[in-house]
Nanobody, 119 residues
Framework: QVQLVESGGGLVQPGGSLRLSCAASGSISSINIMRWYRQAPGKERELVASITRGGSTDYAVAVKGRFTISRDNYKNTVYLQMNSLNPEDTAVYYC?????????????WGQGTHVTVSS
């Protein structure tokens, strides 16, 4: 079992920045990849960024060059640094982990944190 707790959301003006955090606990060693998703009102959940156990990262086209995903293995925390935010980034942001153990993959989700970009 893995528990994920997001924090860092809030209201920010266009052009501003926020850093989201996702603290993981439980079976940390079984986590293969961690991702940030977001879901805007009336839209489907979409993948924003991912980071593997080895540190490889990937980004959605819409956020590439503005968002940075990183991890602190000592704190068991993954971050999403979001710069140059615009109103289209308004969404609930979810942390997601994929674990692999004894031949089984499992998915875990955090509760989400709201990000609102508005003047």
């Amino acid at each position: 079992q893995v528990q994920l707790v997001e924090s860092g959301g809030g209201l920010v003006q266009p052009g501003g920045s926020l850093r989201l955090s996702c603290a993981a606990s439980g079976s940390i060693s079984s986590i293969n990849i961690m991702r940030w998703y977001r879901q805007a009102p009336g839209k489907e959940r979409e993948l924003v960024a991912s980071i593997t156990r080895g540190g490889s990262t990937d980004y959605a086209v819409a956020v590439k060059g503005r968002f940075t995903i990183s991890r602190d293995n000592y704190k068991n925390t993954v971050y999403l640094q979001m710069n140059s935010l615009n109103p289209e980034d308004t969404a609930v942001y979810y942390c997601h982990a994929i674990t692999y153990n004894a031949g089984v993959f499992r998915n875990y989700w955090g509760q989400g944190t709201h990000v609102t970009v508005s003047s």
